[in-house]
């Protein structure tokens, strides 16, 4: 009997520590909060954990260089969402920063709509009013009906990927169909990153760098609310990135 006790103790202590192990590798993804609905952090919460990492909710933006650092630290990915259009946080200057810290410790960053734009004027880009720059676009890239957003929750348009792109890598297409929600674009594009992705006007709807990806579009959505199981690719390619970072910090620090 007491060997019986000796081997379940033996097992549960082996179980106890795969499962710290298997804890501890999993993938950490910091999501920017701060203007965005419950309902909006939802769809990203279900797109990661979907994905396979863990998450961590960043409630509010660091008001310091030492807090960006802090909340970069913590995490291996970061995602910078949209954000409402009655948002008053301030949050640009720290989205800013918060790009810059993750991009200096080679950790990736998803940028989507308007966290999207920020990783473009991080990079030294410009963003522009659709309206003012494409005047000759037939699309709608934003439209309420009784308040509700009705292109967010849809498809909206096509867009035209590049071939050598992580876009063309993640859905394997040169062509899809997205929702959207914007009147600005990324309009000069900011060093070290290129347009791989746009609407059939012109608008820009993917940028890309070194562990960087900015899409116009909402891929959380798509996927969570709209059930188009592509769009979690997105975010797979995000965290398959930020494991390998990882293995390699693991590996240099050795």
Avoid at 166 to 185: C, P, Q, R
Avoid at 194 to 215: H, N, Q, S
Wanted: hydrophobic letters at 35%; aromatic letters at 10%.
């Amino acid at each position: 009997m007491k060997k019986r006790f000796t081997l379940i103790a033996s097992f549960l202590l082996a179980a106890a520590i795969c499962t710290a192990q298997e804890a501890e590798s999993r993938i950490l993804v910091g999501i920017g909060h701060s203007g965005i609905s419950q309902k909006i952090l939802n769809c990203f919460i279900k797109s990661v954990t979907d994905a396979g990492a863990d998450y961590i909710v960043f409630e509010t933006y660091p008001e310091s260089d030492e807090v960006v650092k802090e909340y970069i630290d913590r995490v291996d990915a970061l995602i910078i969402p949209g954000k409402g259009g009655n948002d008053t946080t301030g949050r640009s200057k720290y989205d800013n920063k918060l790009i810059s810290e993750a991009h200096n410790q080679g950790k990736p960053v998803l940028g989507v709509c308007f966290g999207h734009q920020r990783i473009n004027q991080t990079l030294g880009g410009k963003t522009v009013k659709v309206a003012e720059y494409y005047p000759g676009s037939n699309i709608c890239h934003k439209k309420k009906v009784n308040g509700y957003n009705v292109l967010l929750y849809s498809e909206a348009h096509n867009i035209r990927i590049e071939k050598d792109s992580k876009m063309y890598a993640i859905f394997g297409s040169e062509d899809l169909m997205v929702n959207s929600s914007h009147f600005w674009s990324c309009y000069r594009i900011g060093e070290g990153l290129k347009v791989t992705a746009t609407a059939d006007d012109g608008v820009v709807e993917a940028i890309e760098g070194d562990k960087l990806l900015g899409v116009q579009f909402h891929p959380e959505v798509m996927y969570a609310e709209l059930g188009n199981q592509r769009f979690l690719g997105i975010f797979k390619y995000i965290i398959n990135e930020a494991a390998e970072a990882k293995a390699a910090r693991e590996k240099a620090g050795e």
